[in-house]
């Protein structure tokens, strides 16, 4: 089959590999509450099974990367999903939040193969800016998961319980391995089959004391710690301040995906123009300091309700769609050689930088917007100091 053709045919089946493990955590956010209450644990404590699964994903990235290099794109494709399955069937069964914190691991492993060998293959069949044309596309289409996401796990919760969000993912991981196990190729380049690849752990070490790298990852992490905050946080904010129910808090993500398209669309747009991807990148940053500022400013105001907490919130989370596929794209130009144990220790970087994050937000005040002004506001300053590390280069 030829690339252009192989590109074609394979691209929807990509997408939807990249998006489910989005729509994965996405979907778990209106259950949060009533997990609370099924499992009768804390808010913090259901919150912490957010952190336990990018723990569990960090690890699977590494995994599975360095196994993407030594056996293959699709067969650690396949595994994975089946990873994928076995966790949120630990999850549908578990009795106490020990057991469901293990299961979340077990199903985040699973899941990373969505993130890291779809990202491998991407980098394999694309190169200079077809990439970064395509990891925009990439990061317009998952931004529409938040939407499908949390309106399923809404509406879900509603009518069939926390428990009914995970017989749903056991059934994505069955229809995502069957689709997968029918349709994805070997992608890996002929010429790396024949070799043996390079011992993973120079490259390691090299890409340790690489800045960019570095600063990418902490980018990358600190950018989805704060749209996995917000889907964290949020279903209290809704149930609980602004009296909505689950199945209405669900169109909630509809608001986020819009503003993660409008933001994807817009560095589209900039890269058509050849403006820098770096450029992007910082003019992203740069929204979302300015709104997370607004946010901290905002939240006491007499004027506070749903509508403008919306309509902050959206500038903000829809700046990701432009600094997150463009250091995707960008961040690992030097490793083309070793692109799945690459991506595999950039992917262990920046989620071991998200679940760091994720574990201190469930240090932070109670009181979820106090909570959510404070995590925005460190995390986008943060980065933004970071972005100093590459503005020349």
């Known amino acids: ?33 009533s997990l609370s209450q099924g499992l009768a ?67 985040a492993f699973g899941a990373s193969v969505g993130s890291v060998i779809t990202m491998t293959i991407l980098r394999d069949l694309y190169q200079d800016q077809d ?12 931004s529409c998961t938040p939407a499908i996401g949390q309106v399923l796990g809404g509406v879900i919760d509603e009518y069939a319980g926390y428990k009914g969000v995970f017989y749903g993912l056991c059934t994505l991981a069955i229809v995502m391995w069957l689709w997968a196990f029918l349709y994805l190729p070997e992608t890996k380049p002929a010429q790396l089959l024949e070799q043996k690849p390079p011992r993973p752990w120079p490259l390691f070490l090299k890409m340790l004391t690489d800045t960019k790298v570095l600063t990418f990852s902490f980018i990358i992490g600190a950018g989805n710690a704060m749209l996995f905050g917000f889907f964290g946080e949020s279903p209290f904010i809704f149930k609980n301040i602004f009296n909505i129910n689950p199945a209405h808090y669900g169109i909630a993500g509809i608001f986020v995906a819009i503003a993660g398209i409008i933001g994807s669309q817009y560095s589209r747009y900039l890269l058509k123009k050849q403006v820098n991807a770096l450029n992007i990148i910082k003019k992203g940053i740069n929204i979302a300091v300015i709104f997370s500022l607004i946010y901290a400013l ?95 280069k």
Not at 132 to 141: C, K, N, Y
Not at 298 to 320: D, R, V
Request: hydrophobic content about 50%.
């Open 1 to 33: 089959m030829q690339k252009s053709s192989l590109k074609k045919n394979i691209f929807p089946l990509l997408l939807c590999l990249v998006g489910f493990p989005q729509i994965s955590e996405t979907i778990y956010g209106p259950i949060l509450p």
């Open 131 to 142: 990439r970064h044309r395509v990891f925009s596309i990439l990061g317009t289409a998952i």
């Open 298 to 392: 905002y939240m006491n105001s007499p004027y506070y309700h749903i509508g403008f907490f919306i309509l902050i919130i959206m500038p903000l989370l829809g700046a990701l769609g432009m600094i997150m596929p463009n250091c995707l794209s960008i961040g690992l130009e030097s490793y083309q050689k070793s692109l799945g144990a690459a991506g595999a220790f950039f992917g262990l970087m920046y989620y071991s930088v998200l679940s760091i994050m994720m574990f201190l937000l469930t240090l932070l005040p109670e009181n979820p917007h106090t909570k959510l002004a404070i995590y925005f506001v460190g995390l986008s300053l943060a980065v933004k100091l970071a972005a100093f590390k590459i503005q020349n």
């Open 41 to 107: 644990i804390s808010e913090a404590q259901s919150q912490l099974t957010l952190s336990f699964y990018f723990i569990g994903f960090a690890i699977g990235v590494l995994y599975w990367g360095l196994r993407a290099d030594r056996l293959g794109r699709r067969s650690s494709m396949l595994q994975g999903l089946l990873y994928y399955f076995v966790g949120s069937l630990f999850c549908l069964l578990s009795p106490s939040l020990d057991l469901l914190l293990v299961s979340r691991m077990i199903q």
